[in-house]
């Protein structure tokens, strides 16, 4: 298995295919199986006639990507400006297969698992092992019913990605598979046999205070926390607080889901962190952007630069110690970091260098990531989920 990340930013569309192409395909050396383009929106109309212009080498192998707003490529990060991320990869023993989705040809809920097999070109039998990667529109598909689907069916299955930005509307997405430019829907793609993908998910934030049990709830509302109302927890919270936590509690706080039920203490990964959406002055209920439940057990957490620093440090620790990097990752980072956070580019991909050396590393800043928490996947925010790919068996 061999991987390779370029990046171009060059100020013509078709200029900059042809130098990530080159580059790309020099470091591959042999042919690739894979292709995975992340395109600046910042090429126009251009992007539409994308695969137009791809070279005879890249229109011959599996092809996905989407148009960002921001690309990742080579270990560096391009907001705001032109720029094409091209990574490429030899897949000895793997089986890939693309297929495009819209809400209305989304298999059913109740498909029978050959039925869903045959429908995403999966092979047949237990040791294909699929993965996925997933690129969707935000403005025309649903992803959770797809990701739902995916979880039922191939529970021990990685699926990530992220929803392309760059559009403002409805029909200003493009989303590449194979030959062609979609405008809505999503794209799946599917990994089987000699790969194994694993997920690190990176969600920005820190506990504050203490878990609280939910005591009373109705559907993404919180109307309760240990019995009191949530708007009185949040001022014990603040009037305990440090002044650091102070200065982010009114504008940077979230919600924090334990994912891990039944255990006495919780650390980190064990939290899926949602957005506070309001609150009902009247009651003290907060609005959460999760469905709740009662005596599930949450906790507050506060977000800004340092934290997201600190935590992106912490997950891909998990890469320290380990006898060989990955051959390949992909980056899905949330439009809200880059240097929009941090203040200057390539804070999240010099992270992933430190851990993981010289593995070649492409992707894109998403309007949603997508990435699974405790065996479960979800669309985030803020976040920045790295897809680790090597082969499930030595050569």
């Not at 609280?212 to 109307?223: C, I, Q, Y």
């Not at 320290?320 to 970091?337: I, K, M, Q, V």
Request: glycine share 10%; aromatic share 6%; charged share 20%.
């Amino acid at each position: 298995m061999r991987w390779a990340s370029s990046i171009s930013r060059a100020p013509a569309l078709e200029r900059a295919i042809i130098e990530a192409a080159e580059q790309a395909l020099a470091t591959l050396i042999v042919r690739p199986d894979l292709a995975i383009a992340f395109v600046s929106s910042s090429y126009g109309e251009d992007v539409r006639a994308f695969a137009e212009l791809l070279p005879a080498t890249l229109r011959e192998c599996t092809f996905v990507g989407c148009a960002a707003a921001g690309v990742i490529g080579a270990g560096e990060e391009c907001e705001d400006e032109p720029a094409l991320s091209l990574t490429l990869a030899s897949l000895p023993g793997v089986t890939l297969a693309a297929r495009h989705f819209e809400n209305e040809t989304l298999p059913s809920a109740h498909v029978r698992p050959a039925v869903l097999s045959s429908q995403l070109g999966l092979p047949q039998g237990d040791d294909a092992c699929p993965h996925f990667i997933v690129f969707a529109d935000p403005f025309t598909f649903a992803p959770e019913p797809l990701l739902q689907l995916l979880d039922r069916h191939y529970p021990h299955s990685t699926k990530i990605g992220g929803l392309a930005s760059g559009g403002s509307r409805p029909g200003e997405t493009a989303l590449f598979m194979d030959g062609a430019v979609h405008a809505s829907g999503a794209v799946c793609l599917a990994m089987s046999g000699n790969a194994d993908v694993r997920a690190i998910v990176a969600q920005g934030c820190r506990p504050v205070g203490q878990p609280l049990f939910v005591t009373r709830a109705h559907g993404n509302l919180l109307l309760e926390l240990d019995g009191q109302r949530p708007t009185d927890v949040l001022r014990t919270l603040y009037a305990e607080a440090n002044e650091r936590d102070r200065q982010l509690l009114p504008h940077a706080l979230f919600l924090g889901l334990v994912m891990r039920p039944g255990e006495s203490r919780y650390g980190h990964g064990d939290y899926l962190v949602r957005n506070l959406l309001g609150v009902d002055e009247e009651t003290g209920a907060l609005w959460i952007g999760a469905e709740l439940e009662t005596n599930q057990v949450v906790q507050f957490h506060v977000r800004d630069a340092v934290t997201s620093a600190e935590d992106v440090e912490h997950a891909l620790a998990s890469l320290d110690g380990t006898p060989a990097a990955p051959a390949g990752a992909l980056l899905f980072s949330c439009l809200g970091r880059g240097k929009h956070l941090y203040g200057r580019p390539d804070h999240d991909t010099d992270a992933f260098r430190r851990h993981a050396r010289t593995t070649p590393l492409g992707g894109f800043f998403c309007n949603g990531e997508i990435g699974p928490v405790r065996g479960r996947t979800f669309v985030h925010g803020y976040t920045s989920a790295f897809a680790l790919i090597q082969p499930r068996r030595p050569a």
